[in-house]
Structures are given as C-alpha cells and as structure tokens.
C-alpha cells in the first residue's frame, strides 16, 4: 500500500551503479508500496526518463560510470520539476550546497537506514505533490513545452536547444510557442497571423510571418521537425 494515501503506485527512478545498494533500495520501497525502476549510468538514465512519462520521484547517485548527478540534475531541472534526492557518500558542505543549488529536494549521505531513506521520500512528495494529490503528469508538465530537442520554460518564457539556453526575439519566440503549443497539427498561414497579433494590436503581416520564421528556423538550427506544408502553412511534428 502506497503511503501517501494516492490512488496509483508511485514511480521511482532510481540511478546507482552499485548492485547491492540498489538491490536493497528497491526490495524494500517496492515493499512500501512504490514502483521502482533502476538505472546505472547517466545515459540511461537520460533514455528513461525520455521514455517514462509517470516517474514521481528520481534518486541519484552523485559518483556514476559517466559522469556526475549534478550532470542529470541539471538535465532533469532544464525539462520539468520532478523531485530529486541525492544520495552519496559525499558529505562536505559545498557538494550539498552545489546539489540544492542546482535543484535537489533532498540530499542524503551514505550509509542511511532505508526507513529515513522512505521518510524522507514521502515528506519530498508530501512538499511538491501533496498528500493524495491527483495532479496528473500533464498538469506537472505544463510548465514545459517539448519537441525533439527544443524546449521551452513557459514560466521563465527560456528555449533551450539541445539543454544550452538561446535568445530568440519576441516574435519568434511567440511564433516557436504557438507552434508548440499546437504540435502534430497543421496551421495555415492565416491561423499563425491571427494567433500572432502582438499584444499592442499591431497586426503581423505575411511578409513579417516569412521573415520570422526564416529567422527562427536559423536560431534553431533548421530543424527537420518544423516543416513547411506547401500551400497551406506548417507543421511541428515530433519525429522519433
């Protein structure tokens, strides 16, 4: 039975490259209701979390095979909120300060009693989820709007592209979020120009529609992804 009381087992991501260590983790959270899915690297770790669209919680190892946590954390923070907790055996002030620098819930150093381990977990989601919450994986994800390797943080109103922050203009990232927001469906020309009207009623005329886009298509790398539909307008079509 799942201790906060929710509906659905939660999910787990936990990435530790030591066998026995996760082996016991697993065995005793599956115990106590949670699902756990255990991952030994970063890169797989980063495929995951591509593939699993239900994770609640990730626990991360800080020393890996490829790299650092702080690496994931960072991957992890540039895409959406899911809660992080370090676990290691790095205990010095500054590594815990770099860890909730960088967007940690939770740090906790090694060895650890897996019933801290559990108390901490459920007070990690209790904090950023709530008890019972129904808050779906869309709500949660809101904040983020994706496709390939574009992204957008609508809070912050950023793009990344491939995780390295870019500077686009009002125009073109107005027309980058609508065609987002929209994805895997067609919008003609004349949809984006009513959808483009700027906020002080200045209309967008066709020929500042191409430029823009051109524009956007350089900043972005010209990506196959948006793609011109002849006659008729364009498509953001997320490609596998």
């Known amino acids: 039975m799942n201790r ?16 026995t260590i996760a082996l016991g983790i697993k065995t005793y959270l599956e115990k106590n209701g949670f699902n756990l899915i255990v991952q030994t690297s970063l890169e797989k770790a980063k495929i995951c979390l591509l593939n ?19 690496e994931l954390c960072e991957f992890v923070r540039k895409r959406e909120p899911t809660p992080i907790i370090f676990l290691t055996v790095c205990d010095e002030e500054e590594q ?6 960088l967007g940690a819930d939770d740090y906790i150093t090694k060895p650890f009693k897996l019933s801290i381990l559990l108390s901490r977990i459920q007070a ?11 808050q779906t994986k869309n709500e949660k994800k809101a904040k983020f709007l994706y496709c390939n390797n574009i992204s957008i943080d609508q809070q912050k109103k950023y793009v990344y592209l491939n995780e390295q922050r870019i500077d686009l203009s009002a125009g073109e990232y107005r027309l980058l979020h609508i065609l987002l927001t929209y994805k895997n469906y ?27 886009m051109k524009r956007l298509r ?3 790398g010209h990506p196959s992804f948006i793609k011109t539909i002849r006659g008729i307008g364009y498509l953001v079509e997320e490609e596998d």
Do not use: A, C, H
């Not at 659905?8 to 030591?18: A, M, N, P, R, Y």
């Open 4 to 19: 906060l009381g929710s509906d659905s087992v939660k999910k787990i991501l936990l990435i530790e490259d030591d066998q």
């Open 52 to 70: 699993e669209k239900e994770i609640e919680l990730i626990l991360l190892d800080l020393n890996l095979p490829d790299g650092t946590g702080y």
């Open 96 to 101: 815990i300060v770099k860890g909730f620098d």
């Open 124 to 134: 990690v989601l209790r904090r950023t989820q709530g008890i019972g919450s129904r």
């Open 186 to 212: 067609t919008l003609t020309r004349q949809q984006l120009l009513e959808k483009l009207w700027d906020e002080n009623e200045q209309f967008v005329n066709d020929n500042t529609l191409t430029v823009t």
């Open 218 to 220: 350089e900043k972005l």
